[in-house]
């Protein structure tokens, strides 16, 4: 190969993150014409005509909503009649029309708290004729913080750190978490009528489940508090979540409580979903740039979930094999979606990152190979970095600058080894969230 193994990953992983860029896909796939917005000239959206009773508001919550807003805004201008949204610290826009509040994630904070506190303010008086797009990007559940009636923010934090700390799958978390809030799991739907209203949605989710991106507070909910009460269980933790939360799952359980709108119901029947960007999109553009790039390309999944540990060992051992059945020919194996980590240490890192150096134990010692595995949104677990490369070089070195690969593993402190090796990959926010690309080269 002419171009390095490294700037080979980066730029198919680069590729992967253009193709699901929100502020594109709504410029090149959007329009307004007259008093219409349309999507691919498939599906329209009426809005208020200039001089008419009816407001447009843009509302919305989620790590990449600012990238979603800024196109709307230069599109609808004056339009907009009022608009709120809610995005993790560190990933807010300048815009005009429409606020932006920063606050906690994945650990929901009291910024959040009363900035979702003005977003439901904001949905006061609504009119048949007003009409709502909301934006709604992964990072949305904790974000959108609104606890149920009887419970408080430091009980939705503490029962978010639990199921974190468990490595629950997100479906999991969202199922728990839907049943904790006053906005999430389709309730806020209900605030939306009887205006009509658009979600526009990023997928951060294996599957694009609606109901479970960002705990689909404009979504039908088909998940019970009955089963909220099985995952809890299921890892452990119904004694150690706060006694409110378990009251309240209970009372639920019961029947004493109201359950999350289902589907069918009246509330849903003025609000519309689209799926602007998902992981598969990105997907397919990495595969593309690594085709252009000269690599034989293969998909390991579309949807990778499950352990981290298994797939990073699964991933690696399949790309070892891939290039050992055709030496010479230079091989891109590529995974897209999200997997879980059990964190059961106290060091730094994420579930990128403890892929990447998992994987690199599979490859110890193998040359030319390399795998990058980053985070879409910029960001792995509490950390500054996307992710990290690592080759068949990484414990070598890394026992060279006096450090335990095997140790830093069982401490859940990849990035300590990462940063320290110079092998993080660090993006900043990047304006989208659709999971997480793992790009595996063999030359």
């Given at each position: 190969m002419s171009i390095p193994l490294r700037d080979a990953a980066l730029e198919i992983f680069q590729a992967g993150l253009r193709a699901v860029q929100p502020e594109h896909l709504l410029q090149r796939r959007s329009r307004v014409a007259g008093d219409r917005w349309t999507w691919d000239d498939d599906l329209s959206f009426d809005l208020p005509p200039p001089g008419s009773a009816g407001r447009l508001l843009v509302l919305g919550a989620g790590k990449a909503a600012a990238w979603l807003a800024r196109p709307?805004?230069?599109?609808?201008?004056?339009?907009?009649?009022?608009?709120?949204?809610?995005?993790?610290?560190?990933?807010?826009?300048?815009?005009?029309?429409?606020?932006?509040?920063?606050?906690?994630?994945?650990?929901?904070?009291?910024?959040?708290?009363?900035?979702?506190?003005?977003?439901?303010?904001?949905?006061?008086?609504?009119?048949?004729?007003?009409?709502?797009?909301?934006?709604?990007?992964?990072?949305a559940s904790a974000l959108l913080v609104a606890p149920a009636p009887g419970l408080t923010l430091d009980d939705k934090v503490a029962t978010t750190r639990l199921l974190l700390q468990a490595g629950a799958t997100i479906q999991e978390m969202n199922t728990v978490r839907k049943h904790l809030s006053a906005a999430k799991g389709g309730r806020l739907a209900a605030r939306l009528a009887p205006a009509a209203a658009l979600t526009l949605v990023v997928s951060d989710v294996v599957g694009d489940d609606l109901s479970s991106i960002g705990s689909g507070p404009t979504a039908p909910d088909p998940t019970t508090f009955g089963q909220a009460i099985e995952v809890l269980a299921r890892y452990r933790l119904l004694d150690r979540v706060p006694s409110a939360v378990r009251r309240r799952l209970d009372r639920g359980a019961a029947g004493h409580a109201p359950e999350t709108p289902k589907p069918g119901q009246p509330a849903f029947s003025g609000v519309r979903h689209v799926i602007l960007a998902s992981n598969e999109l990105a997907l397919g553009a990495a595969c593309q740039q690594a085709a252009a790039l000269g690599f034989r390309v293969e998909v390991f999944t579309h949807n990778m979930a499950g352990s981290t540990h298994e797939q990073a060992r699964t991933f690696a051992t399949r790309l070892l094999d891939r290039a050992r059945r055709a030496p010479g020919r230079p091989m891109a194996l590529l995974a897209g979606g999200e997997t879980?980590?059990?964190?059961?240490?106290?060091?730094?890192?994420?579930?990128?990152?403890?892929?990447?150096?998992?994987?690199?134990?599979?490859?110890?010692?193998?040359?030319?190979?390399?795998?990058?595995?980053?985070?879409?949104?910029?960001?792995?677990?509490?950390?500054?970095?996307?992710?990290?490369?690592?080759?068949?070089?990484?414990f070598a070195r890394a026992r060279s600058h006096g450090l335990d690969p095997e140790a830093i593993l069982r401490n859940n402190d990849a990035h300590r080894l990462f940063d320290r090796l110079g092998d993080l990959l660090r993006t900043g926010p990047t304006g989208t969230n659709v999971m997480d690309l793992i790009v595996g080269l063999a030359a």
């Open positions: 709307l805004e230069e599109m609808l201008g004056e339009r907009i009649a009022a608009g709120r949204i809610i995005v993790k610290h560190g990933h807010g826009l300048p815009l005009t029309r429409i606020r932006v509040a920063e606050a906690g994630h994945p650990l929901p904070d009291a910024a959040g708290l009363a900035a979702t506190a003005q977003l439901l303010g904001d949905l006061g008086a609504l009119r048949p004729e007003d009409r709502i797009f909301f934006l709604l990007t992964g990072g879980t980590l059990a964190v059961t240490g106290t060091g730094l890192g994420g579930r990128n990152q403890e892929f990447a150096l998992v994987a690199a134990r599979e490859i110890a010692g193998s040359a030319s190979t390399l795998i990058l595995s980053a985070g879409t949104d910029g960001t792995d677990g509490p950390t500054d970095a996307a992710g990290a490369y690592v080759d068949g070089t990484t």
